[in-house]
């Protein structure tokens, strides 16, 4: 049954989902990053409510890149967003002692961060992102995340429709 928090972490999680759909429709990388880096507050804090806070610790990294990224793409911002989520995957898998699978998840993250900062024209970063979010997607569906499938999925069709919009 569902509680108060979960009713809570679901709603927020949607709003999540409606600031990521806003963001994959943006023209301007600008623009890209403040949507989507409310979704990633939004999902932070749905994760930190499911008690999921390895969930909840990527995407405030990922908020906090997307901010970054709209001020600074140098490298040093590369550099040690990719160290943070270096240092928590390899906490995750040693010291938490999580499989292996958890590198299908850092591997989309780890596009994600890099192509924020890096690519500066919306078309690549459309297609680099296509690639994360169909890892993502992947690994949710192997972890069973009902939400983190949809949300995917959602993020996907909105990518393709994005790009056939664009190629028109």
Request: glycine share 8%; with cysteine; charged share 10%.
């Amino acid at each position: 049954m569902f509680t108060g928090y979960d009713i809570i972490a679901e709603l927020i999680g949607a709003g999540a989902l409606a600031f990521n759909i806003v963001a994959y429709r943006q023209n301007d990388m600008a623009r890209y990053l403040i949507f989507s880096g409310c979704s990633m507050a939004c999902l932070s804090v749905h994760f930190y409510l499911l008690e999921a806070f390895a969930a909840a610790i990527g995407c405030a990294l990922a908020a906090l890149r997307n901010a970054v990224a709209l001020k600074s793409r140098a490298s040093w911002v590369v550099v040690l967003f990719v160290s943070l989520n270096m240092s928590a995957m390899l906490i995750e898998y040693f010291v938490l002692k999580h499989g292996a699978l958890l590198f299908l998840a850092y591997t989309s993250g780890f596009i994600f961060t890099v192509g924020s900062i890096v690519i500066t024209q919306v078309e690549v970063m459309r297609r680099w992102f296509l690639v994360a979010e169909a890892l993502g997607c992947l690994y949710a569906i192997i972890v069973g995340s009902i939400f983190g499938t949809i949300f995917n999925l959602v993020n996907i069709t909105n990518i393709v429709s994005k790009m056939r919009k664009v190629q028109g």
